[in-house]
């Protein structure tokens, strides 16, 4: 077995530049960083990070279009069928409410904007609606990028959102395609991969990663950050999970703030190129430890996730700042 003190970490950066995939050993012993030498993983990130982003961080802003209705049984989730959360519930935003929501975005510095709605799938009806909001949207905020989180989404429409003018789906993959099960019994984890698929096919950008924290193993970590190398996903959010009252996770406290910035460092350097997100949990999680995150992460949400409250935007730029980076500007 490798361990950390094994690695040559220059090799590691100049090999991952290069487009080389890690062998797994490598990864493992990544992830494994002992907390002392957390700093020097953190370093070599950050070179990555830097080849290919410079020092700019995203800012992304999500709304809930639709609340607190999903079928699903997710158990991390405060909108599922099985969560008691106290939670707002409603259907469907109006496509005004909607335009709205982009407005704000814009306001609040974001660069994307993803209107998320807690549902399996959406049905034809909800095509419409979504697709007029993106012409809304895009009509009126050309430079936004614009992103739909809808749940299992099928390729025709995938090909309709697009021509409506949305360019991200988000999917996440959420952990392993082995612990999947623990976490979900009423899709799986190839649906989601078979809508990730889809998004692909229909020339959209994708958007999937996941959470940790949520009770699994080392395995699951690397398995899901390989999954997510191996589907080339242009955009990895990496939620820390922030256990909700009312929700079959509520109990869970597995995440130390050098667990979130080791996974962060894992993620990107398997995805060298790629987006990878600082999402929901990282307040709770990694506290003031946050700066360290912009090392990894070229990508953060700011105002909250969908259910739970997050850094608004003026202080999350000022963070940003504070930590020696810059705000990505449209
Ligand atoms: S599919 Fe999405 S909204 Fe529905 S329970 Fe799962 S995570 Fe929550």
């Known amino acids: 077995m490798i361990q950390f003190e094994d690695l040559d970490l220059d090799q590691i950066v100049a090999d991952v530049l290069a ?5 797994r050993p490598i990864a493992r012993a990544l992830l494994d960083c002992p907390d002392d030498r957390l700093p020097d993983l953190l370093a070599a990130t950050l070179k990555v990070r830097e080849a290919a982003f410079g020092r700019r961080v995203k800012i992304c802003m999500l709304r809930n279009a639709q609340s607190g209705i999903c079928p699903e049984d997710c158990s991390y989730c405060s909108q599922s069928r099985i969560s008691k959360a106290d939670i707002a519930v409603y259907k469907l935003q109006s496509v005004a409410q909607l335009v709205d929501g982009a407005r704000s975005a814009v306001d609040n ?18 095509i419409e609606h979504l697709g007029e909001a993106c012409e809304r949207v895009r009509a009126e905020f050309p430079q936004l990028e614009l992103c739909l989180s809808i749940g299992l989404t099928s390729r025709p429409q995938a090909d309709a959102l697009k021509d409506a003018g949305a360019g991200w789906i988000n999917h996440n993959l959420n952990t392993s395609r082995r ?11 190839d649906d989601r991969v078979a809508t990730i698929e889809n998004v692909r096919a229909a020339g959209m950008n994708t958007c999937s990663g996941g959470i940790i924290g949520m009770g699994e193993e080392d395995d699951d970590i690397l398995d899901l950050a390989y999954a997510t190398r191996r589907l080339a996903i242009d955009s990895v959010p990496i939620n820390f999970l922030h256990p909700i009252k009312g929700t079959p996770l509520a109990a869970m406290r597995q995440l130390s703030p050098e667990r979130c910035l080791k996974t962060a460092c894992l993620f990107r350097l398997l995805n060298p190129f790629s987006e990878i997100r600082a999402a929901g949990g ?31 935007s003026v202080p999350t730029q000022e963070l940003i700042e504070r930590a020696g980076f810059e705000v990505e500007q449209g």
């Open 19 to 23: 487009g080389a995939e890690l062998a």
């Open 109 to 126: 510095g974001a660069r994307r904007y993803c209107m998320v709605c807690s549902m399996r799938g959406p049905r034809d009806s909800d």
């Open 179 to 189: 612990f999947y099960p623990q976490i979900c019994s009423t899709h799986t984890w």
């Open 282 to 312: 990282r307040e709770l999680n990694l506290g003031v430890r946050q700066p360290e995150l912009f090392k990894a992460v070229n990508s953060i949400f700011v105002n909250g996730y969908l259910t739970t409250p997050g850094l608004a």
